[in-house]
């Protein structure tokens, strides 16, 4: 089993910036894709970000595109979510997310991950 914690979630005013950390345990890193999502109340699971393994080729959904940059380090078994010019509709739980995959897809859909972290809280206040 993989497991996912996720880090750095907070309360920020609107057009500051927070940096999300996810750790996985394990062995073969390289070898999974990792996702961001998030989850406003009454709102369905929207895709973020997400990053390849072999290769890091990211991908953004339009909504934050320019502002949000996804990135890795396979060193550290951990993926970053850098988020800068916040807005209050950023407010949401942010999920990571792994599975398996030797291409380049970008997976923006929540059913074709199969690990899931715990979430973390993010506030956007103006």
């Known amino acids: 089993q993989v497991q996912l914690g996720e880090s750095g979630g907070g309360s920020v005013q609107a057009g500051g910036s927070l940096r999300l950390s996810c750790a996985a345990s394990?062995?073969?890193?390289?070898?999974?894709?990792m996702g961001w999502f998030r989850q406003a109340p009454g709102k369905e699971r929207e895709f973020v970000a997400s990053?390849?393994?072999?290769?890091?080729?990211?991908f953004y959904a339009d909504s934050v595109k320019g502002r949000f940059t996804v990135s890795r380090d396979d060193a550290k078994n951990t993926v970053y979510l850098q988020m800068n010019s916040l807005n209050p509709e950023d407010t949401a739980v942010y999920y990571c997310?792994?599975?398996?995959?030797?291409?380049?897809?970008?997976?923006?859909?929540?059913?074709?991950?199969?690990?899931w972290g715990q979430g973390t809280q993010v506030t956007v206040s103006s």
């Open positions: 394990v062995r073969t890193f390289r070898l999974y894709a």
């Open positions: 990053i390849s393994g072999i290769g890091g080729s990211t």
């Open positions: 997310a792994a599975r398996r995959s030797f291409t380049s897809t970008s997976y923006r859909a929540p059913q074709q991950y199969d690990y």
